[in-house]
């Protein structure tokens, strides 16, 4: 069974994305083709928004769904028009508070994506930044500035992870791969010794492992079985014997990893 899925947006399409994937997750024995309009912002776009929709339906034999987060009452009751069960996210939410607070909401379209905090978008930047200057340990001169300094072994996902940290909640997140070198010394890096108190490990399944090094060096001995079995093994027994917190990566999202890192060390996130 197979349903198509559009997400109309008046700005971006970011959070009727984001709510509609995570809704539509609870029904996962349906195949989804997803389209995204973003930028209906007059009219004559939401009538063509509307003739898309449409399309999909007499094309499909049946509805197509609709995430909206238009905030126009004239682009919704254009929208509205269309053969599709359409969900407005924005009204759902929106009414309410509008009776809790007793006062009309602005409507101004944009707002959750736009450059409205200019403080937070250069939190944001720097965070960023300083994930990319320190990625992979490139760069170990500012790890006194880091919030958290991941450490693995490569391919572990390190890097997203801190990417992602720093853009949606504006952490300072520095990673450094833990080498072979280093799992036969059987010690911690000397450069990391004095961030002890910063330090947060990824491990991963040795056979997932093998699976995403075998996608950059297919046939290696950085991609053997037998290779990831030895690194993971040995990093987990760094980790216990330095008495650092460490997270299975396996089956995990990034943005789980990161929730589950804000939880387990307490950071406080500079972006809400």
């Known amino acids: 069974m197979q349903r198509t899925v559009f997400y109309v947006s008046d700005s971006t399409g970011i959070t009727a994305e984001t709510l509609g994937h ?5 029904f996962d024995t349906i195949e989804y083709r997803q389209i995204t309009l973003p930028f209906v912002a007059d009219v004559d776009k939401a009538e063509q928004a509307v003739r898309q929709i449409n399309g999909a339906a007499e094309r499909d034999g049946q509805r197509p769904i609709v995430f909206s987060t238009l905030t126009s009452s004239e682009l919704c009751e254009a929208i509205n028009r269309c053969d599709a069960l359409v969900l407005d996210l924005f009204s759902a939410f929106i009414r309410p508070l509008e009776r809790e607070f007793n006062r009309g909401s602005s409507h101004v379209r944009g707002r959750s994506h736009g450059l409205v905090d200019r403080a937070s978008y250069e939190i944001r930047i720097e ?7 320190h990625d992979d340990g490139a760069s ?4 006194g500035d880091a919030d958290i300094i991941l450490i693995g072994v490569s391919r572990s996902g390190k890097t997203p992870t801190c990417i992602y940290l720093g853009m949606r909640f504006g952490i300072r997140a ?3 791969p833990i080498t072979e070198e ?20 990824l491990t991963i ?4 492992l093998r699976q995403i090094r075998n996608e950059r060096r297919p046939n290696s001995r950085y991609a053997s079985i037998a290779q990831c079995r030895i690194e993971v093994r040995e990093v987990e027994s760094l980790f216990r014997a330095n008495n650092i917190n460490y997270l299975d990566t396996s089956s995990t999202s990034i943005e789980e990893i990161a929730s589950r890192l804000l939880q387990g ?8």
């Open 174 to 176: 520095a990673n450094y």
């Open 182 to 201: 280093d799992l036969n010394d059987g010690k911690l890096p000397r450069v990391l010794m004095p961030y002890r108190d910063r330090l947060f490990g």
């Open 22 to 26: 995570t809704l539509l997750t609870q």
């Open 140 to 143: 170990t001169r500012h790890y």
């Open 127 to 133: 965070a960023v930044d300083f994930a990319l200057s």
């Open 205 to 208: 399944d040795a056979e997932r």
């Open 265 to 272: 060390t307490g950071l406080k996130r500079r972006l809400y």
